[in-house]
């Protein structure tokens, strides 16, 4: 069953999620237990946080203080690149050009996803769209390095996910 969503987000990604609905009830069930099966996922342990991913180090500082005009319009930068791309660099000026073509660290999404959720940045069903790619993105990566508290915090994503699914889907 997991094999079927995932073949489908898959195809998905490809097309970059455009003109894909999906109207199958399996489909919320192969859903449902992928992330089940994502939560009892063994991530590693140890931190790999580069210091040269500056995207992440600038997530993490404004996690930490009220947010200005500003960091607010940096944060739909992201949330707009990644929208578009599908994945985020490690280094963006304010105006949102791309410094880097490596990939940040997965812990930059869920961050960035918090971020975004807490201060109201969008409305709910933009954030379903965006959360479901965030933590698919995520799932798709073959090593995942999260600490105790950043895979606290993807449990915390998931389940917020899962609510806001189970809202919309009835």
Known sequence: MKDNYFKKIKRFKSLKYKNSPVFEKSFLKDYSLSRKLLLKKKFKKKESHDRKDKTLSMLKKIEKKNLSHNEKKYLLILYKKFEVNLKLKKDYNFNGEKKSNFETFPLSYLILAKLIYKNQLINKLQFLNFILK?????????????????????????????????????
Not at 138 to 165: G, H, P, R, Y
């Open 134 to 170: 965030v933590i698919d993105t995520i799932a798709f990566k073959k090593k995942t390095f999260l600490a105790l508290k950043d895979k606290q915090l993807l449990f915390k994503m998931i389940n917020l996910e899962m609510k806001l699914v189970k809202y919309y889907a009835r």
